[in-house]
């Protein structure tokens, strides 16, 4: 049973919707398109006593309409509608086979159109929803009620059946309001039985195809930045590049080496963690590294990437999260690549008179200690003509 309040009277308002008859459907991948026929009927309970002069004008009325043949044309929105906008707030419950509904809704109602297609028609904005243990709906309906017809478009915020649970579906129809019925019971209480026939047509998203399609693409996106995403570490590894600038002879190349291998590991763990979206304490080269990967992570966000598609934190950090791996070796290869042309650099910058004899060569103790920590054992005269400093050097 719903409650609805009203100025004039106290009324007790109760809707039976039937069944839609779906006259068509279309899946057009992301989008359903449907078409269908419905109906429903209120049956509005004015009591007696319910309403002084004013229960007792509306009385006169139904009284008037039931001697001249029981039908009263023209509804609720056939009465001049003055004095601006109007709040109808209304709930209740009712009981039906489904089992007890709840009902609550807000109606705005503006002065009647007075010229152009819609003249005679009271624009209307409501705000409700309805539902019970199975179902529920809540959402928006904008409509224009004229004496006969009523065009509306309602979107539905959300809509529940069951586990299912539907979002941000559109609707748009015309009600076909026909005549209205005004019965009097022995007691006095005036019964108005408002039935209507609905067209309707509605786009329902399928957002479950959208959320994979956007997954999809944000894999892709994701994918391709992953290759590149070794060109934000380099910027890490020159940045802290003087903290292992402590070659100064051959007796300080297997701690230089050393130290530069476990830079380069704790910079690449930090590189991982901001790039999937987690933290991780350590180091220097640990903080270094997170705060690029951090970084390479808020760009493939934003859109700031080689498609220029934003990707949902979520998303990122679930598919970042699978590709882990990736990350982990593109980094570890650009830092690698960068530290051993340096380290081969810095070798030559010691051995700089070694550097200018025709068959001068890199020491095998060398090549050894760099391949000992993953650096990639170098040629023996690799680097030899090159003229540039190294980022090592003091």
């Not at 002084?52 to 009325?61: I, K, L, R, V």
């Not at 904005?125 to 009620?145: C, R, T, V």
């Not at 539905?156 to 005004?182: H, P, Q, S, T």
């Not at 010691?350 to 054992?377: S, V």
């Amino acid at each position: 049973m719903q409650r609805e309040g009203m100025v004039e009277a106290t009324t007790v308002k109760h809707t039976v919707n039937l069944p839609d008859w779906k006259i068509g459907e279309k899946d057009a991948g992301y989008a359903k398109f449907g078409l269908a026929a419905g109906g429903s009927y209120d049956l509005e309970y004015t009591p007696s006593s319910g309403g002084g002069e004013a229960a007792a004008h509306e009385g006169g009325e139904h009284a008037a309409a039931e001697h001249a043949g029981g039908e009263h044309a023209g509804g609720e929105g056939a009465a001049p509608h003055e004095g601006g906008t109007k709040l109808k707030p209304a709930a209740g419950a009712s009981a039906s086979p489904e089992g007890l509904k709840y009902q609550a809704e807000v109606t705005a109602e503006f002065e009647k159109e007075t010229s152009g297609i819609f003249a005679g028609c009271t624009p209307k904005a409501k705000l409700g929803g309805e539902g019970n243990a199975d179902k529920g709906k809540l959402g928006i309906e904008f409509s224009m009620e004229g004496d006969t017809f009523e065009p509306k478009f309602a979107f539905n915020l959300m809509e529940r059946e069951g586990a299912e649970v539907k979002f941000l579906n559109l609707e748009a129809g015309v009600d076909w309001k026909m005549k209205e019925r005004y019965y009097t019971t022995a007691d006095g209480t005036k019964i108005k039985v408002t039935p209507k026939l609905t067209l309707k047509g509605s786009i329902e998203p399928e957002y479950k195809k959208i959320f994979e399609k956007l997954a999809e693409e944000a894999a892709e996106v994701i994918t391709g930045e992953v290759l590149i995403a070794g060109s934000m570490i380099l910027v890490g590894v020159a940045t802290i590049a003087a903290f292992w600038a402590t070659i100064d002879d051959g007796t300080d190349e297997a701690k230089a080496i050393d130290a530069a291998g476990q830079g380069r590991d704790e910079l690449v763990a930090g590189f991982v963690a901001g790039a999937t979206g987690k933290q991780l304490s350590g180091s220097q080269y640990t903080a270094e590294g997170l705060k690029r990967g951090t970084e390479w992570r808020a760009k493939v966000i934003s859109g700031d990437n080689a498609k220029g598609l934003p990707v949902p934190a979520a998303v990122m950090d679930e598919k970042a999260g699978e590709q882990q791996d990736k990350i982990h070796k593109t980094a570890w290869d650009a830092a690698n690549k960068y530290l051993h042309t340096e380290l081969v650099k810095r070798y030559w910058e010691i051995h700089y008179m070694q550097k200018k004899l025709p068959w001068g060569e890199i020491e095998t103790t060398y090549l050894m200690l760099m391949e000992g920590q993953k650096f990639g054992r170098p040629q023996p005269q690799e680097g030899r003509t090159d003229e540039g400093a190294s980022s090592l050097a003091h």
